[in-house]
C-alpha cells in the first residue's frame, strides 16, 4: 500500500522559509503525478503546486509564485516545497498527494483525482 510522508512543517517569522518533503513509499514516484495541497483555517483545501509522471511542473498560484518552488529527487523518493518570503497567510496544513491519473492533472484538477494523501504538516507564520 502506497504511503505518503509528510515533514518539515513548523513556526516561523513572516519572511522565513522552510522546506516541506514528502516521502513516497514504496519506491514508486515514477507511477505517480504529484502534488502540495494546504487548508488554512476555516477554508477549504487549495492547490499549492504539482508535478506530473513526465516531470511537468504546472504554473504556480499567483499567491505563491515567485516564493515557492515544487522539486522531486527521484533518487531519494522525496518530493519537496520550498517556500521563501513566508506570509501569515500562508498559514495552514499542508498536504501531500499522489495520483495515477493517466491524463493531464494538476494542483488545479478536482481533488477527488488526488487518490493517496499524507497526514499533512503545519505551517505557521506569526510574528
Known amino acids: 500500500q502506497v504511503q505518503l510522508v509528510e515533514s518539515g512543517g513548523g513556526s516561523v517569522l513572516p519572511g522565513g522559509s522552510l522546506r516541506l518533503s514528502c516521502v513516497i513509499s514504496?519506491?514508486?514516484?515514477?507511477?505517480?503525478?504529484m502534488a502540495w495541497f494546504r487548508q488554512a483555517p476555516g477554508k477549504g483545501r487549495e492547490g499549492v503546486a504539482s508535478?506530473?509522471?513526465?516531470?511537468?511542473?504546472?504554473p504556480y498560484p499567483d499567491s505563491i509564485k515567485g516564493r515557492f518552488t515544487l522539486s522531486k529527487d527521484n533518487a531519494k523518493n522525496i518530493l519537496y516545497l520550498q517556500m521563501n518570503s513566508l506570509k501569515p497567510e500562508d498559514t495552514a496544513m499542508y498536504y501531500c498527494?499522489?495520483?495515477?491519473?493517466?491524463?493531464?492533472?494538476?494542483?488545479?484538477?478536482?481533488?477527488?483525482?488526488?487518490?493517496?494523501w499524507g497526514q499533512g504538516t503545519q505551517v505557521t507564520v506569526s510574528s
Open positions: 498527494a499522489a495520483s495515477e491519473y493517466p491524463g493531464t492533472i494538476s494542483h488545479r484538477s478536482p481533488q477527488s483525482l488526488w487518490t493517496i
Open positions: 514504496p519506491n514508486t514516484y515514477q507511477k505517480y503525478n
Open positions: 508535478i506530473e509522471k513526465n516531470n511537468y511542473i504546472h
